[in-house]
């Protein structure tokens, strides 16, 4: 993934619609979940993640907390944490706080799409954490991107890539993405990442669709998105949020279904929908104790630790090449 390669300055917005009109025309219909994440769907997630019913980011943060120290062992001396997707750094403010309590952090580098919030949560992190070299990044990171120069003490690198996030991804793209995070770490580098456990269907689809209707709000403002930037005419009375847990492939599904026979105009295209039929908008699979270190293993990555919680419904892994 570190590469060179800049896209043109509109190369964001052009690539949305690309991908909408293809998800839209394709069978099933699909919708990729990166584009929950505008404004609105950053600040629903936010929500999201303190419902009863949504465990993932509790159990995650619990873990952390409870196996600080053994992290911070983990992590090594001098390295430099490299943040994927790393949002309001949040959960990561444990680590910080315990590595930069032992001076052992040579730099953090989150590594955000949303350049405005990625900034001005790098300035926080400064005042809270004086002497750590924090280097943003504002990059999509499932694109090429370059890393910038780390302090000459750096002693590896760590990415780091918490909240069950790789849950979006296939195992195959999963395996891809193993590969590259190895290359971004490099020799004597590591990969510290944070996978939801599979667990009784009923816990996980009410994780998924909660009773307060975030998660739908959430799913359908996927919808009001394309309304808002390309001037589509979706009805979200129209639309009903479905989340099921698909046994065979592992994962939850969160598809959008449609309560009537419509068409759903997004630029110049025209959609048609019969009643019932749905928009696949996300999946988040869910590993077994090994199922993840499989997947790895296929990358060249060995599985060096694994810390959970005692009800064994998330996991948090570090892995080397
Ligand atoms: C951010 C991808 C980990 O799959 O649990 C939460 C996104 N979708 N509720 C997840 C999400 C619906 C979340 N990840």
Redesign the pocket.
């Known amino acids: 993934m570190p590469d060179s390669a800049t896209p043109p300055a509109d190369a964001g917005a052009s690539s949305f619609l690309a991908d909408v009109v293809r998800g839209l025309s394709s069978r099933p219909r699909t919708l990729p979940?990166k584009y929950?994440y505008d404004e609105r769907g950053s600040e629903l997630?936010d929500e999201?993640t303190r419902l009863d019913a949504?465990y993932?980011t509790r159990t995650e943060r619990d873990i952390l907390e409870t196996h600080a120290d053994d992290l911070v062992d983990a992590i090594g001396k001098n390295s430099a944490l490299v943040e994927y997707g790393s949002g309001s750094s949040d959960k990561t403010r444990i680590l910080l706080s315990a590595l930069h309590a032992r001076r052992t952090l040579a730099a953090y580098v989150p590594i955000d799409i949303s350049e405005d919030y990625l900034l001005a949560t790098a300035e926080r992190l400064r005042a809270a954490y004086p002497g750590l070299p924090v280097l943003p990044v504002a990059a999509d990171y499932t694109r090429p991107f370059r890393l910038p120069a780390l302090p000459p003490e750096t002693a590896r690198r760590v990415v780091f890539f918490p909240?069950?996030?790789i849950?979006?991804f296939t195992p195959d793209e999963a395996e891809e993405f193993f590969r590259h995070a190895k290359d971004v770490a490099g020799r004597g580098g590591a990969i510290l990442l944070g996978v939801?456990q599979k667990k009784d269907p009923a816990v996980l689809e009410a994780?998924?669709d909660d009773p307060e209707g975030v998660?739908a709000a959430?799913?359908l403002n996927l919808l009001q998105r394309l309304n808002r930037e390309f001037g589509a005419d979706a009805d979200p009375d129209a639309w009903a949020h479905e989340?099921r847990w698909n046994e065979a492939e592992g994962r939850?599904e969160?598809h959008l279904r449609s309560t009537r026979d419509q068409t759903l105009h997004v630029g110049d295209r025209a959609f048609s929908f019969r009643d019932g039929e749905t928009i696949h908008t996300?999946n988040?699979y869910k590993y077994g104790p090994d199922g993840l270190a499989a997947v790895a293993a296929r990358a060249g990555l060995r599985r060096e630790s694994r810390w959970t919680d005692p009800r064994g419904w998330f996991a948090v892994e570090l892995y080397t090449p």
């Open positions: 979940a929950f997630f999201i949504y993932p909240g069950s996030t849950g979006n939801d994780a998924y998660t959430f799913n989340a939850i969160m996300e988040s």
